[in-house]
């Protein structure tokens, strides 16, 4: 089956730092990232998608220069942080879609806890 | 409106009995996909069970299965003989079209509580 690799698992980072975190679709070509923030005991609310090769499509409220998105090739998309504030911190994961071959569904990444101080 | 509409804040289930976690949908596209996801404290989404709209038969996998009622827009899941890892959160989620780039709508998620 399809599997996505997401790191890091976990990640502490000061104030006013990037963080940078990585999906890798590890036996299938991701065409589609999508990529999810979750706040504790909420659902997953869609920052953006992109494509490969594309610009990200951000959703409505979410701001394009500090969650930037990069899906240069069919098997890696990274989101970054920049500039991160502890009012980023939150659960972070990746969803991967293909329009190649064998249709998976959507595989996500096992997600990335982002802790901001 | 919502489109995803999950309303059952949390459920309890005795070990080995069945439970029905409710979803209604909302869509006016003829062609979608309904998906249920089960989220344990780790945080990773792990893919129960898929129904397309077109689907004639409910789907089901192993102990799951999804009571599809497309006239009434609910795609209730349906659990057996629960389990004690079986306790997690439960989201029921919605791809409208049936492109693999069309996004998913999730709902609020449910927890499911198993008893010994």
């Known amino acids: 089956g399809a599997v996505v690799s997401q790191h890091p698992s976990r990640v502490i980072c000061k104030s006013g730092t990037s963080v940078k975190i990585e999906c890798r679709s590890l036996d299938f070509q991701a065409t589609t990232m999508f990529w999810y923030r979750q706040f504790p005991k909420q659902s997953l609310m869609l920052m953006a998608t992109s494509n490969e090769g594309s610009k990200a499509t951000y959703e409505q409220g979410v701001e394009k220069d500090k969650f930037l998105i990069n899906h240069a090739s069919l098997t890696l998309s990274t989101l970054t942080v920049t500039s991160a504030h502890p009012e980023d911190s939150s659960f972070y994961i990746c969803?991967?879609?293909?329009?190649?071959?064998?249709?998976?569904?959507?595989?996500f990444g096992s997600g990335t806890r982002l802790t901001v101080v | 409106a919502q489109k995803i509409t999950q309303t059952q804040p949390g459920m309890f289930v005795q070990e080995k009995e069945a439970v029905t976690l409710d979803c209604t949908y909302d869509t006016s596209d003829q062609s979608y996909g309904l998906f249920w996801y089960k989220q344990p404290s780790s945080g990773e989404m792990i893919f129960l069970i898929y129904q397309g709209s077109y689907d004639e038969q409910n789907a089901t996998e192993g102990r799951y299965s999804l009571n599809f009622q497309k006239a009434r827009k609910s795609a209730n899941l349906v659990i057996s003989a629960s389990q004690l890892g079986d306790s997690a959160m439960y989201f029921c989620?919605?791809?409208?079209?049936?492109?693999?780039?069309?996004?998913?709508?999730f709902g609020k998620g449910i927890t499911l509580s198993v008893r010994p």
């Open positions: 989620a919605m791809r409208e079209g049936s492109g693999a780039n069309s996004k998913l709508t």
């Open positions: 969803s991967a879609s293909s329009e190649q071959g064998v249709w998976y569904g959507y595989t």
